[in-house]
């Protein structure tokens, strides 16, 4: 799973044409383990990455515009849906989720958190709170894609303390009536169904629903000045009375517990999310250290760059670990909240520590989008902070290890 590379000079300037290509880290032969349906959809995302995203995905990026193109090749890839069985959903087993994720966040972190908030997000909360008539009414074009999703729970005053969301929902009559906004909503201005969680005015629970846009009241703007996961939009939203119909509201979503459901489903993938991003910082400054020449020699023959690129490996490789091992431990039903926040605060935090040192290596070329480097080096900061930050991670873990809740 080695690519090679060639380096062509044009007007007296190497071009290293395939940096960000996969390399093949798979130092420890992790993927001997995977079956036959997990390779299968990890080399079709892996050529996807390679052949297609690659190419020009930095020029999204660097424009901020969303490439369609590449979205809609998802469901052909037939990725969508992470492990939703029916509906025409991908029915993915839990590891092979996490290769398909890992894969498209090697090749970009907006193609991945679109995904993951259409599919891991709006999707799953269908699929775990809507009753079997919602399932049917919108999960098939979700799969297709035909219908985009969006999940909004962040409020302006409230990111980690989400259980205390000022969103409202006060019944009337067969219909439901929201007020509140919401921020750093992805999808949010691009979304044919928005899952919208409002606290409920008479029994003060969090309950779920259902709003399909465009709706009266219903005002989203894109987030400007983003330079982290650019070529994906959040968005400031405003709800001022949007009517829902009763049929709207997810008939499972019962309360706060089960908002934290589907979050705790999602939070092992950004283990895998940040090991892409890694495995795309290290493949690139491996194959620039072996290519670049300074001082009449490759940059990898010196014995610093070959110390730096080790450690590098050992890391990455350390990330691979505690992937494979959620992996195993979802695949068999017994993945726990915590241990899947202590694999997301590992993993981000590793992951910048090697984007970092291979932004450097590269030089000043670390700062060329042609490089891809500086694009992972970026998007890592939003995986790092989304889904729950390594504060609050380790918050959570500190208290399953010592039985002392040190935050309300």
């Known amino acids: 799973m080695t690519a090679g590379t060639t380096a062509a000079t044009t ?20 993927q001997d383990q995977f079956t036959a349906e997990q390779w299968e959809r990890f ?30 090749r998802l469901p052909e890839l037939g990725i969508v849906g992470e492990d939703i069985d029916g509906y025409g959903c991908a029915g993915m087993s839990p590891m092979a989720c996490g290769l398909v994720h890992m894969e498209l966040h090697r090749g970009d972190g907006s193609l991945g958190t679109f995904l993951g908030v259409h599919a891991g997000l709006a999707m799953q909360s269908i699929a775990m709170c809507g009753s079997d008539e919602q399932k049917q009414r919108w999960l098939p074009s979700m ?5 985009i999703g969006a ?29 509140g906004v919401k ?11 928005v899952i919208v969680w409002a606290r409920d005015t008479d029994s003060g629970e969090v309950f779920g629903f259902v709003v399909e846009t465009p709706a009266e009241g219903y005002e989203a703007t894109v987030i400007p ?11 400031d939203i405003r709800l001022t009375g949007v009517r829902v119909p009763e049929e709207n509201r997810l008939v499972g979503a019962r309360s706060f517990k089960d908002t934290g459901r589907v979050l705790a489903n999602t939070r092992g993938i950004c283990a ?8 795309a910082g290290y493949d690139a400054a491996l194959r620039y250290a072996m290519e670049r020449k300074q001082f009449g020699k490759p940059l990898a023959s010196f014995q610093i760059v070959q110390q730096r690129l080790v450690h590098m490996l050992a890391d990455l490789t350390g990330m691979q670990l505690y992937c494979m091992q959620i992996g195993r431990l979802a695949d068999a039903g017994r993945l726990s909240p915590t241990v899947a926040g202590l694999a997301k605060m590992n993993n981000t935090r590793t992951a910048r520590k090697i984007l970092s040192e291979a932004r450097d290596l590269l030089g000043g070329n670390g700062i060329l989008l042609e490089h891809h480097v500086v694009r992972h080096w970026t998007d890592i900061e939003a995986i790092h902070t989304f889904e729950g930050t390594e504060t609050m991670q380790t918050l959570i873990v500190g208290r399953d290890i010592t039985g002392i809740g040190a935050f309300a």
């Not at 962040?154 to 929902?169: N, Q, R, V, Y």
């Not at 921020?183 to 169904?193: E, K, V």
């Not at 000045?225 to 968005?235: E, F, Y």
């Open 11 to 30: 007007a007296g300037t190497t071009r290293y044409t395939q940096l960000g290509e996969a390399l093949g880290t798979d130092f420890f032969s992790v």
């Open 43 to 72: 080399i079709a995302v892996r050529r996807f990455v390679d052949d297609e995203v690659l190419p020009d995905i930095g020029g999204y990026w660097e424009r901020a515009e969303l490439p369609w193109h590449l979205f809609r």
């Open 143 to 147: 799969a297709t894609m035909d219908r």
């Open 151 to 179: 999940f909004a729970l962040t409020e302006p005053d409230h990111g980690s303390d989400s259980i205390a969301l000022e969103t409202t929902a006060r019944r009337d009559g067969d219909h439901w009536v929201l007020d």
């Open 183 to 193: 921020r750093w909503i992805g999808n949010g201005t691009i979304a044919d169904l």
């Open 225 to 235: 000045g983003k330079v982290s996961l650019r070529s994906v939009w959040q968005a």
């Open 272 to 279: 895998w999310m940040a090991l892409g991003h890694a495995t």
